[in-house]
C-alpha cells in the first residue's frame, strides 16, 4: 500500500543511480554480475576488467556514456554492439599489458586522464584487461591530481592489483609530473561557479 | 589567461564533486589524506577505516552530511568537533569487532542499512575500525540489495579485508535476508518518477 512521505531531491548530487538500481532489483530480481576487478573511482567514474558478455546488463544499470579502453585489440561484435546501440562513445587507448611498456605510454596515460577528466564524459568506464596494471596507472595518475597523498595512492593500486603490484607502476605514478596536465598546450583546468544550488557551471579554461 | 569554451552541466548526475577537489587542489596544493582503506561504494556512498584527525581535511572535501560509525566507543574529542562543525548528522550503532559477533548483529546492520540507503542523508561515509569486517558485512548486503551475483559480492569484500577475510562475515551476507529489507514494518523502498531531468523524484513507500 503506497502511503505517507514523498520527499523531492532538490540537490544536483543525489541523483540516485545506485537505488534506481535497487528498485529495479526490487521489481525484476535480475542478478547483476560486474566486470571482474569493478569500482567506482569517483562521482560517475568507474574502473574494472574486461567486461564480457555477462556483464553488460550490469553496465546497462550505469547509464554509461563513455568508455575508455586501454586495450590495444578492437572489441568483440557484442561489446561494439552495446556501445553502438547504448550511444556510448568509445575513446580507445592501446597500451600493451607487459611490464615494460608503462613508461613509455606516459603520452598515452595523459591522453587517457583527459577523457577521463572531462566531465560531459561522464558517467564514464575506464578498463584495460584485467584492471590491474593500466587502468591503476590511469586511477592512480587521478589521484595524484585530485592530491591524495602517495601512501593511500599506492594502498587503492594494491587493492586492485592485489599480488601482481608491479612496484615500476607505483614508481611511474609517483613520477607523473602532474603540471603536464594543467600547462600543456591543449590543457584544460576546471573552475567552479556557484550561484546557488541550481546554477552550479563548470568553465573550462584553455591555459595559454 | 581565460579563454572559450564555457560548458553548463545541465543534468543532476553530473554533479562534479570530484573535480571541485581537482581545482582546489590546483589552487591550494593540498595535500589529501583519505582515511585508511577508503573507497566509493556508489555515488554519494563512501566506505573507509576509522578517520583519524589527518584525514579530516579530507573528508571536508567529500561534502559529507552523514556518517554512519560502526564502533561502539564514543567519538573522539576531535572527530566530534568535526562533526558538530560541519553539520554532519552522525548515526552511531555500535558492534564489536570480534569475529563472533556478525551474526548476532543483524538487526544492526539493517538499522545501518536504512541509514545508507536514504538518499536524504548523502553524500555519507560508512565506517567501522579497519573498513574490512562490519564496514565489509554492510556494504555486502548493499550490494545483495543492488542484486550483484555472489561472486562479484564476495570479490569486493575480499579486496577490502585482504588476508583478514572472514568465511563467517561471507555466509552472513550470503544468508542475509533481503525481504526484511523490503517487508518489515518500517521498510521503505524507492520508487522513481521521471518526468524529463529536471523533476527527478525520488518517494518513499511504507509497507503496512
Known sequence: MILELAAVLEEQRQSPQCLRTLARSAVEDVMLLPPPNFGVVDRGIYRSGFPAADSLPFLEALELRSIVCLCPDPYSEENAEFVRSHGIRLF??????SRESINDSSYTI????????????????????????????????????????????HEEYVKFASTKARPSDMVF????????????????????????????????????
Not at 590491474?132 to 596507472?137: A, D, E, I, L, M
Open 92 to 97: 580507445q587507448f592501446g597500451i600493451e599489458g
Open 173 to 208: 605514478i609517483e613520477k607523473f609530473d602532474i603540471s603536464q596536465m594543467m600547462e600543456c598546450v591543449f590543457g584544460i583546468i576546471y573552475r567552479y561557479h556557484f550561484s546557488g544550488h541550481q546554477a552550479r557551471r563548470l568553465v573550462y579554461q584553455k591555459i595559454s
Open 110 to 153: 595523459m591522453e587517457a586522464l583527459r577523457v577521463l577528466l572531462d566531465a560531459r564524459n561522464h558517467p564514464i568506464l575506464i578498463h584495460c584487461k584485467r584492471g590491474k596494471h593500466r587502468t591503476g596507472c590511469v586511477v592512480g595518475c587521478f589521484r595524484r591530481l585530485q592530491n591524495w597523498c602517495m601512501t593511500s595512492v
